[in-house]
């Protein structure tokens, strides 16, 4: 976890390397912060394919605590490919999911629809309702209309599933 902000690249590159070897839950949050304020680069595309490969089932839920953060708006996009390409479905948490599609770019919203398409089942009702009545309202935004062709297809999804629950 030491040096992954370290001004000095070839700290930055070890720090990784020791992430790819010894990685546990504890590299995850250090590691998406190193990423969130790294600019682009060959270490910062390394940090990349390693949060979106991440395989500890407790990821998860730093990924979603990390998504809570209204500081990294910035980062909407990337956590939710991250979630996506490390396998998550969290669909008990799809309001957080929804709320950073919408209150993101356009590849946010790429990327929350990705999360959706794959939900099967949303136990957590109250989540689902809101998240329905988020989608709703976002469709309804005009400075969000560059976006509207994917909160559609959400919310579709979204309504299919609340009528067949």
């Given amino acids: ?11 930055v590159s070890e720090a990784l390397d020791r992430a790819e070897k010894n990685g546990t839950i504890k590299w995850v949050e250090p590691l ?4 969130s304020s790294r600019e682009e680069d060959a270490l910062k ?4 394919t390693l949060l979106s490969s991440i395989k500890l089932s407790a990821a998860e839920d730093v990924f979603l605590e990390f998504l809570q953060k209204d500081s990294k708006e910035h ?3 990337d956590v939710l490919s991250f979630l996506w390409s490390s396998g998550f479905i969290p669909s008990n948490s799809i309001d957080l999911i929804v709320r ?12 929350g629809l990705t999360i959706v398409e794959q939900c099967d089942t949303i136990e957590n009702e109250q989540a689902l309702l809101d998240s329905i009545f988020s989608l709703r309202s976002a469709l309804n935004n005009q400075e969000k209309s560059d976006c509207h062709s994917l909160y559609e297809p959400m919310l579709k999804k979204l309504e299919h599933l609340e009528r067949n629950q």
Avoid: H, V
């Avoid at 976890?1 to 700290?11: F, G, P, T, W, Y």
């Avoid at 998406?32 to 990423?35: G, Y």
């Avoid at 595309?45 to 990349?48: I, K, L, S, T």
């Fill in 1 to 11: 976890m030491k040096n992954l902000e370290s001004k000095d690249n070839k700290k």
């Fill in 45 to 48: 595309a390394r940090m990349r």
């Fill in 32 to 35: 998406l912060e190193a990423f």
């Fill in 100 to 111: 950073c599609s919408t209150s993101g770019d356009f590849r946010a919203a790429m990327e």
């Fill in 75 to 77: 980062m909407y996009a």
